[in-house]
């Protein structure tokens, strides 16, 4: 003969030194359905301040395996954040309590006219760093953020399908593909078959992309490039937040999900640092990373010559931009220099611009310069970095990035 016994919510509590009254009551009846890993989940919300998430929470006996599927969904966005749910949390109310005081993220810091490399299509200039970025394509990886719908341009599928021209019917997709293929081609050719490496091709995907990229890639068999070649990462989303003191928002058609979003495109660091790729890609004597947006058909006249600038001048960093008028709804690429010496280069978005450079002392702002354009070029969002460094940085944070937040 078998006996059991059931332990008491009392002994529960106990056991676990849950002190019932700092809980949510909902959850403390709840408790005996759960396993530890969950009920640990569940003081990290509650010690979070997440206790509503629970208040409409029914007895044990009814919708039971609802409140074990919140849980399953608790733990999965807890384990594909960096640090966790407590850090998303914790970093969440920090950003949002300096937007609610206006806070700026570039006090102290003094902007200027970054230098570069003017490229013009075509002159002798830029074909000398085309043949110099050609034959360093064999030691370059290629990342595509692909992880959005058409949505916006009236089309239901994802972009990378959207035709890129129509008289051959070509997708982006296969546009892309192609133009990398021809570079390897053409460095092998002028490395006079030196290097016999394929270039790496990895495309950030997320739950809406991800299932018909690959439907898209193996109905084309992979647009003739080497299915070894292409890797999905698949970003996941994150909890969306319904208030300046970052609690979470619940999915209004029912009350045991929490309501998620697309992270944004930073998510492609920590995937290619959490894959192992980069350092496989390192490994393997690769040098360069060069990332990628899913609609610009014209960026692969510009890459050859931009990579042949990052490899002849040894930049670390290299972000291509385009001309733009001032005040533009475009971020300006802009060098800031702050009070302690530190430096950066980076994109300032075109609604902070215009006032750090008049609070900087240029009354004009964001103003066009003889040339007619502003002497801040636009971000388009294409980025080649030299792989170790890269590397290097990603590893001091565990492949996190600093986020900032767009309050709505």
């Known amino acids: 003969m078998v006996s059991a016994t059931v332990d008491s919510e009392a002994d529960i509590l106990s056991n676990l030194n849950i002190n019932a009254g700092d809980w949510p009551s909902n959850l403390v009846k709840n408790l005996c359905l759960l396993s530890q890993d969950q009920i640990e989940l569940g003081r990290m919300l509650v010690e979070m301040g997440q206790s509503h998430l629970f208040q409409q929470w029914t007895d044990p006996g009814v919708e039971d395996d609802k409140k074990k599927a919140f849980f399953a969904q608790v733990a999965k966005l807890n384990s594909s954040y960096p640090g966790g749910l407590a850090s998303y949390m914790k970093n969440a109310r920090e950003l949002l309590a300096d937007s609610k005081v206006g806070k700026s993220p570039y ?33 370059a990886a290629f990342v595509l953020v692909a992880g959005g719908l058409g949505e916006r341009l009236g089309y239901n599928g994802i972009k990378v399908a959207l035709l890129a021209e129509a008289t051959t019917g ?32 990895v495309i950030m995907t997320s739950d809406d992309t991800h299932t018909r990229t690959l439907e898209v890639l193996e109905s084309n ?27 979470l928002a619940l999915d209004p058609h029912n009350k045991y999900q929490i309501q998620t979003k697309p992270h944004g495109h930073g998510d492609v660091h920590s995937l290619l640092y959490s894959s192992g790729l980069l350092k496989v890609w390192f490994d393997a004597g690769l040098r360069w990373v060069l990332f990628f947006q899913d609609t610009n058909g014209l960026l692969f006249k510009a890459i050859p010559a931009s990579l042949g600038v990052s490899a002849t001048k ?45 609070a900087a002392g240029h009354p004009d702002g964001d103003a066009n310069c003889e040339t007619g354009y502003s002497p801040f070029p636009g971000n388009i969002n294409q980025l080649i970095l030299e792989l170790g460094p890269y590397i290097e940085e990603l590893t001091k944070t565990g492949g996190a990035i600093k986020e900032f937040v767009n309050p709505k």
């Open 170 to 201: 070509t997708c982006f997709l296969q546009l892309y593909i192609e133009a990398i293929l021809a570079l390897q081609e053409g460095s092998r050719r002028l490395t006079q078959g030196t290097f016999q490496k394929d270039i790496p091709f």
């Open 221 to 247: 068999s992979y647009f003739g490039m080497k299915p070894t070649q292409v890797k999905l990462l698949k970003q996941e989303k994150v909890a969306c937040l319904d208030d300046n003191d970052a609690r």
């Open 314 to 358: 040894q930049y670390q960093v290299n972000s291509l931009a385009v001309q733009r008028t001032a005040k533009e709804a475009m971020g300006g690429i802009t060098r800031l220099t702050h009070s302690d010496g530190r430096s950066m280069v980076i994109n300032v978005e075109y609604n902070q611009l215009d006032p750090l450079l008049r």
């Open 107 to 139: 006090d102290g810091f003094t902007p200027s006219v970054p230098t570069g490399e003017v490229l013009s299509f075509g002159d002798d200039n830029f074909i000398k760093y085309e043949e110099a970025g050609v034959k360093e394509a064999q030691n």
